[in-house]
C-alpha cells in the first residue's frame, strides 16, 4: 500500500514563493488502478514526482506501507512513465537497450536481463522492434517502449503523468485498454494522472478528484463499474454517465473557485 | 509495406540530391584549376610560376620523402593534441556543467584564455618547453580544449530536466547518468565545440612550426619562402588546403554516425 499524507509543496525562488500542493492526502490499495484527475495546472505533476521521489515535499510524507519505508528518493518498488515519450525515452539508444537500461543493475545475467526485456516489449505488443531506434516509431509505440521499460523493472507501483497525452485520440484509446491488461498480468498497482475525466473514470478503481493550485483532495470517487472494461460497453453503462458528471461537476467547481480566488487576489 | 516504400523514395530522393550537389560544387574548384592552369602557363613571374610547375614540384617535394620527415611529423602532433583536448575538454566540462558555482567562477579566465589568439602563445610554448614535439603538442591541445571545454559545460547544464528524471527514477548511479544519458545529450553540443576545435587545433599546428620547429609541413612552406623557392611555397599552401578539407571530411563522417538520432530527431 501507499500512503499520501498531508504532503504540501511551495516553491520558493528569488523572494517569492508559490503555494503548489496544499494538503493532499489519499492511499493506494495493493493491485488497485488509482487515477488522480483535476483541472489543467493544479499541480498533479508535482504530486507525482514527490510520490516518486524525485522532488521533497515542502510537507508531508509518501509512505511504502508494506515496508514502512518513508519515499525520500526514488524507490525501487516505484517505475515511472512520463508524459512526453520524446524526451523521457533515449534517442541514441535502441529501443531494447531503453528498456534494459534500468536492469543494468537489477539482474546481473545478461541472458536473464535480455530475456526480461523481449518479455516486457512483447507484453506491450513490440516484439521485433527491438533493434529499431524510438525516433523510428510512432508516438504510441514509443510511449509502449516507455510502458515496456517500466514494466521491465518489475516495479509493485507504476506511476503515469498523463501518458497518453500526446498522442491522438484512436491510439489513446488502445494505450488505455493496453494499460488495463498488462496491470492485470503484471499485477502491478497503478496511480495515474490524467486531466481527462473520461480517461480518469474509465480506468480507475478509485479516482482522486483535486483541485487547482494550491492543490487540495476535493474527493475520492469509487467506480463502481465492472471489469473488464470495454471502450464501448462501458462508456455506454449509464453509471459510466453519472460517474462522469460527478467528477465533471467537482472540477467545474474547482476551476470556478480558482477563477474567484484569482479575481480575488487581483482586486 | 507503404511507409517502406515512402521511406525508400525519401532516401533515394535524398541521395540523388546529394550526388547533384557533389557535382554542382565540384564546377567551381575545377573552373579555378583549368582558368589557373592556363593563365599561368606561361608565367615568367617568379612570384606565379605555371600551375603545372607547382604540381610538380607537389609530387616531387611532397609525396616522396617528405611523407615520413615532414606530413606524418605534423599530423601526429595534430593527433595526439586534439585527442588530449578533447578528453581534458569532456572530461572536465562534464564536471564544470554539473558544479555551477565552480563554472561561474572560472567563467572569466576560460573566456580570458579563449579570447588569446592562439599564434601568441607560441613564443610562451617555446620558452617553456624549447622545441621540438612537446610545445607544439601542448599548445595545440590547450588552445583547442578551450571550445570543447566551453561547449560541454554548456551541453551538460542544458540538459532535458525529464530525461535526468528518467535516470533518477531508475536508480542509475551517477556514474552510469554520466555515460548513458548525460554525455549523450550534450553530444551535439560538445561535437560542435570539437569541429571549431579542429580547425583551431589545424592553425595551431601550421603556425606553431614556424617558430622553434625542424620539421612539419608549415616548417617546409617557410622555409620555402626563405630560400625563395616559390613553387614549393605554392604546393605546401595546396597541400594544407586539401589535408584541411580531408581532416574536416572525416570529422564531418564521424559526426554523421554519432549524432545519427540527433539529426533523425531534428527532421521530424
Known amino acids: ?47 507525482l514526482r514527490c510520490m516518486a521521489g524525485l522532488l521533497p515535499p515542502t510537507a508531508g510524507t509518501v ?12 524507490p525501487k518498488e516505484i517505475a515511472c512513465v512520463f508524459q512526453d515519450y520524446s524526451r ?8 531494447s537497450r531503453n528498456v534494459g537500461l534500468p536492469l543494468d543493475n537489477i539482474i546481473k545475467d545478461k541472458n536473464e536481463r535480455r530475456q526480461a526485456v523481449e518479455q516486457a516489449l512483447q507484453s506491450v505488443g513490440l516484439d521485433g522492434f527491438g533493434d529499431s531506434y524510438p525516433w523510428q516509431l510512432s508516438g504510441g509505440m514509443q510511449q509502449r517502449v516507455a510502458i515496456a521499460r517500466a514494466l521491465a523493472y518489475r516495479p509493485e507501483f507504476l506511476i503515469m503523468d498523463e501518458p497518453f497525452a500526446s498522442v491522438d485520440a484512436q491510439t489513446r484509446a488502445d494505450l488505455e485498454d493496453l494499460i488495463l491488461r498488462v496491470r492485470q498480468t503484471a499485477g502491478v498497482t497503478v496511480v495515474l494522472v490524467t486531466h481527462d475525466i473520461d480517461e480518469a473514470v474509465y480506468l480507475a478503481d478509485r479516482v482522486v478528484v483535486v ?10 470517487i469509487d467506480v463502481d463499474l465492472p471489469r473488464p472494461r470495454s471502450q464501448v460497453t462501458t462508456k455506454g453503462m449509464p453509471r459510466f454517465g453519472e460517474l462522469r458528471t460527478q467528477v465533471a461537476t467537482l472540477i467545474m467547481r474547482a476551476s470556478a473557485e480558482a477563477a474567484a480566488a484569482q479575481g480575488q487576489t487581483q482586486l | 509495406m507503404t511507409t517502406e516504400s515512402i521511406i525508400t523514395a525519401a532516401t533515394r530522393r535524398r541521395r540523388s540530391a546529394s550526388v547533384n550537389g557533389a557535382l554542382i560544387s565540384l564546377i567551381l574548384p575545377v573552373v579555378i584549376l583549368v582558368a589557373w592552369w592556363f593563365a ?40 595526439i593534441g586534439f585527442a588530449i583536448a578533447v578528453v581534458a575538454g569532456v572530461g572536465l566540462g562534464a564536471l564544470l556543467g554539473r558544479l555551477r558555482i565552480i563554472a561561474v567562477a572560472l567563467n572569466p579566465i576560460l573566456q580570458f584564455f579563449r ?8 613564443p610562451v610554448a617555446v620558452v617553456l618547453f624549447g622545441i621540438g614535439d612537446v610545445p607544439k603538442i601542448a599548445l595545440i591541445a590547450f588552445v583547442s580544449s578551450f571550445p570543447i571545454l566551453l561547449n560541454t559545460i554548456d551541453g551538460v547544464r542544458n540538459i532535458d530536466p525529464v530525461i535526468e528524471d528518467v535516470g533518477r527514477s531508475f536508480r542509475l548511479t551517477k556514474l552510469q547518468r554520466l555515460h548513458w544519458i548525460q554525455l549523450h545529450a550534450a553530444s551535439p553540443q560538445v561535437i560542435s565545440g570539437m569541429r571549431v576545435a579542429l580547425s583551431l587545433a589545424f592553425v595551431v599546428m601550421v603556425s606553431s612550426e614556424m617558430l622553434g620547429a625542424t620539421n612539419g609541413m608549415g616548417y617546409v612552406t617557410l622555409l620555402a619562402q626563405q630560400g625563395f623557392q616559390i613553387p614549393l611555397m605554392w604546393s605546401g599552401l595546396l597541400l594544407l588546403g586539401l589535408l584541411g578539407l580531408f581532416v574536416n571530411g572525416i570529422f564531418v563522417l564521424v559526426e554523421r554516425k554519432l549524432l545519427r538520432w540527433y539529426t533523425q530527431n531534428q527532421e521530424d
Not at chain 1, 511551495?10 to 508559490?18: A, E, I, N, P, Q
Not at chain 1, 500542493?21 to 483541472?39: A, H, I, N, Q
Not at chain 1, 483541485?211 to 475520492?220: A, E, G, I, Q
Open chain 1, 211 to 220: 483541485s487547482s493550485r494550491p492543490t487540495v483532495v476535493m474527493d475520492v
Open chain 2, 40 to 79: 599561368s602557363a606561361n608565367s615568367v613571374s617568379p612570384f606565379f610560376p605555371p600551375l603545372q610547375r607547382i604540381l610538380q614540384t607537389f609530387v616531387d617535394a611532397w609525396l616522396s620523402t617528405r611523407v615520413a620527415s615532414d606530413i606524418l611529423p605534423s599530423l601526429a602532433r595534430l593527433v
Open chain 1, 63 to 74: 509512505t511504502l506501507t508494506n515496508s514502512g519505508k518513508v519515499v525520500t528518493s526514488p
Open chain 1, 1 to 47: 500500500m501507499l500512503t499520501v499524507e498531508n504532503l504540501q509543496k511551495t516553491y520558493t525562488s528569488g523572494g517569492k514563493s508559490l503555494e503548489v500542493l496544499r494538503d493532499v492526502s489519499f492511499t493506494v490499495k495493493e493491485g488497485e488502478f488509482v487515477t488522480v484527475v483535476g483541472p489543467s495546472g493544479a499541480g498533479k505533476t508535482t504530486l
Open chain 2, 115 to 122: 579570447a588569446l589568439p592562439a599564434t601568441a602563445l607560441i
Open chain 1, 88 to 95: 523521457s525515452l533515449m534517442p541514441w539508444y535502441k529501443v
